[in-house]
């Protein structure tokens, strides 16, 4: 696939993932990008009490000062040195970019339909191209 065809189907992608359920990008980004930096692990607001509840009240406030944390959000994660960060948003929280990329080098769909879709019509695409 030339450089050209790369960054056009990357960006069609990054807006089939722009359209997907927050639930089901957070799964994915968690089953992928994360699995190898647990720091990039996305979490929702309803996990909080759950993922916090060993930590003493000062270290959580700590971690809620000197992060970007917002309790009304939907969505957090741990920065680099431990602290909350927060977004109304999942899409927020995470790089679609790499998403993609890390889809269209594995050739995987993560059971996406909106990506399944695509790569399958890609795959139709390449295979009617001359060699």
């Not at 699995?35 to 996990?47: A, T």
């Not at 944390?69 to 040195?81: A, E, K, P």
Request: proline fraction near 2%.
């Amino acid at each position: 696939m030339t450089r050209e065809l790369y960054r056009a189907r990357r960006a069609e992608l990054v807006e089939a993932l722009e359209r997907v359920d927050a639930g089901e990008l957070v799964r994915v980004w968690n089953e992928t990008i994360a699995e190898d930096n647990p720091d990039e692990m996305i979490y929702s607001m309803d996990e909080f009490d759950e993922l916090l509840r060993y930590e003493c009240p000062s270290r959580i406030a700590n971690m809620v000062q000197y992060g970007e944390f917002n309790g009304n959000d939907d969505w957090f994660m741990f920065n680099g040195y431990g602290n909350l960060k927060s977004a109304w948003r999942a899409v927020d929280l995470m790089t679609l970019e790499d998403l993609a990329d890390y889809m269209l080098d594995k050739w995987d769909a993560c059971e996406l339909d909106e990506v399944t879709d695509l790569l399958t019509e890609w795959e139709t695409v390449d295979e009617l191209q001359p060699a």
